[in-house]
């Protein structure tokens, strides 16, 4: 126990503890939500799904995994949706954008086989890299150069090799050139893996997301799309071909031997993904909003996470606290989520937010 005692002491001595926080007071302004096109305050929206939803008299459990009672007409309607809209042999649903990265990265690399990834992914693609049996090998952030070095030297001592990056990476907004992945990928016959969780919603014309806005989504053997973000809902999906489907309905754990999703929720997810297409407005309003608020704090526009990097726990938190006081709502992101020295405000605005409210942010984040 003393033990335990002993680590809490620790994050506290270096401001990293972490609490779970209260329920956000209706006064402040939430600028931290990934509900980046403003679908979860959408009265419209829910109004006229609830209206569906009676008629069809949906579950609200699956009560069992996929792979026993809990398959419904619901994931296979999802999935058939998703599959066409990205043009893709297949689509494969998870519980979670958690559930998909660490069941499917863990199931499909063994030990012949090699990931290499970019050194900035989320937690849950480094979880299903650490779960996998494959050899691990890290490249400096978005530098493709050493990428490159990496595969020169090792692509033929493996059977296969798994390329894996976010497509708009969580924490520092910026984009990983998918392009040149695909390039590199053709070269030295890899398998491609694109986290897609913050893109999907808000870049493409149909809002399916970073490689759609280049063209090149079918040119990616996995694409990672998340519901619980621009879309409002939860779940995640792969786009990737048919026998890869297959080889993980029989292999990936987090599919298999969990409760599948609600078919009440997919039914909201199917709703909402069905009219993605039609969201530009709110996909133009948002970056109209963002490229002002970066200008505002004098920083580079990259995407709609804009990163404030501040250097310090401590800092980060006073900021933090300070823009409370101001009714603005931020949390601080600190180490393990960020590199350490790298504690920040991540701001993450959506597009119903008014401008004229949030402006007087630049003096508030200035205060001592
Ligand atoms: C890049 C990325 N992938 C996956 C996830 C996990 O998605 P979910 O919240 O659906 O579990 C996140 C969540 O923050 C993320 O940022």
Not at 95 to 118: P, T, W
Not at 263 to 272: M, R
Not at 326 to 346: E, S
Request: glycine share 4%; net charge positive.
């Amino acid at each position: 126990m003393q033990k335990f005692k002993n680590k809490i002491i620790e994050l506290k001595q270096t401001e990293n503890f972490r609490k779970l926080p209260e329920k956000i007071s209706n006064n402040l302004i939430n600028l931290c939500s990934n509900d980046y096109l403003g679908l979860n305050n959408d009265k419209k929206l829910y109004d006229d799904f609830l209206t569906l939803l009676y008629k069809k008299n949906r579950k609200f459990s699956s009560c069992s995994s996929r792979l026993l009672s809990g398959n419904s007409i619901e994931h296979y309607e999802l999935e058939e949706l998703i599959a066409s809209k990205y043009k893709s042999q297949a689509c494969l649903l998870y519980n979670s954008g958690y559930h998909a990265n660490v069941g499917i990265l863990s199931a499909l690399a063994e030990k012949k086989d090699l990931i290499i990834s970019d050194k900035l992914i989320h937690a849950s693609l480094i979880d299903g890299i650490r779960l996998s049996k494959a050899t691990v090998a890290r490249y400096k952030h978005s530098d493709y150069f050493h990428l490159e070095k990496i595969l020169l030297k090792s692509r033929d001592d493996f059977e296969n090799v798994f390329i894996v990056s976010e497509s708009i990476f969580s924490m520092d907004g910026d984009t990983a050139d998918l392009k040149k992945l695909i390039e590199l990928k053709n070269k030295y016959k890899c398998f491609l893996y694109i986290d897609e969780a913050h893109a999907v919603g808000v870049r493409g014309k149909n809002g399916l997301g970073y490689a759609e806005e280049l063209g090149v989504k079918n040119e990616i053997d996995f694409i990672i799309g998340t519901f619980g973000k621009a879309m409002a809902s939860i779940g995640a999906y792969v786009v990737c071909n048919n026998i890869f489907k297959q080889y993980l309905v029989n292999h990936s754990r987090t599919l298999i031997y969990t409760t599948a999703l609600p078919p009440v929720n997919l039914a909201w997810s199917k709703y909402i993904f069905e009219q993605l297409h039609s969201f530009n407005d709110r996909r133009k309003k948002l970056e109209i909003l963002n490229l002002k608020f970066a200008k505002l704090l004098n920083l580079d526009y990259r995407s709609h996470i804009i990163p404030y990097i501040i250097g310090s726990n401590k800092d980060a938190i006073k900021a933090s606290e300070n823009l409370k006081q101001q009714g603005l709502y931020v949390l601080p992101v600190r180490y393990p989520t960020v590199p350490k020295g790298t504690a920040r405000l991540r701001f993450t605005l959506n597009a119903n937010m008014d401008f004229e409210k949030i402006k007087h942010i630049k003096t508030a984040i200035n205060k001592k």
